[in-house]
Every structure is written in structure tokens, then in C-alpha cells.
């Protein structure tokens, strides 16, 4: 079984930054995949970025430019650097894993981190 723990929300205003942190424990041998989904009232979950094992990224559209994933093999977490944070980004941010190399179906969730961004 895997682990993860978010850390890092909270509330920011507009323009400002956040990085949020993921740390993963537990058969951690299994993962491949990390990365970062959100959740808004009332709106379905949605990918914002992942990176592979390897450091492959890919981004939702709307954080492309602003949004910056990094990953740390040997902490075994995995972060999310926001920039020029909308009132649109807020949301309850997940942390999730996979053990393929794809990130749309995961195996591991977090419990989720708030993030309110005031205008």
C-alpha cells in the first residue's frame, strides 16, 4: 500500500504563490506516476499536472505558464509550485500517484489540501 500526505494550502490572494508538497510512503517501489488533481464546488475533478519517475511533465491548459511540477526521487515527494494564483484556482488540491506512467486513472490518493485564492 501507498501513503501520500499533502502539505502547503492555504488561503492566498490573487497574483500570489503557494507550493504544496507530497510525500509518499509505503511501497513507494510501486510508483510511477505523481501528480496533482483539484476539485472545485460543484465542479468535477480534474487533472492539473503530473510527472513520471523519469521527470516527464505535462500540465493542465489552464495553469500552463504558472504552475510548475517538481519531483524529489530520493524524499520520495513530489510538489507543486503555483505562481500568479487566480480566484479560479481555488479548489481542494489532491495528490495522487499511479504505478503506470500515466496519471488518469490513479491507484493512490491523498486526503486533499485546501487552497482559496481571494480576489
Known amino acids: 500500500q501507498v501513503q501520500l500526505v499533502e502539505s502547503g494550502g492555504g488561503l492566498v490572494q490573487a497574483g500570489g504563490s503557494l507550493r504544496l508538497s507530497c510525500a509518499a510512503s509505503g511501497s513507494i517501489f510501486r510508483i510511477n506516476a505523481m501528480g496533482w488533481y483539484r476539485q472545485a464546488p460543484g465542479k468535477q475533478r480534474e487533472l492539473v499536472a503530473a510527472i513520471t519517475s523519469g521527470g516527464s511533465t505535462n500540465y493542465a491548459d489552464s495553469v500552463k505558464g504558472r504552475f510548475t511540477i517538481s519531483r524529489d526521487n530520493a524524499k520520495n515527494t513530489v510538489y507543486l509550485q503555483m505562481n500568479s494564483l487566480k480566484p479560479e484556482d481555488t479548489a481542494v488540491y489532491y495528490c495522487?500517484?499511479?504505478?503506470?506512467?500515466?496519471?488518469?486513472?490513479?491507484?493512490?490518493w491523498g486526503q486533499g489540501t485546501q487552497v482559496t485564492v481571494s480576489s
Open positions: 495522487a500517484a499511479d504505478r503506470s506512467w500515466r496519471l488518469t486513472n490513479p491507484d493512490y
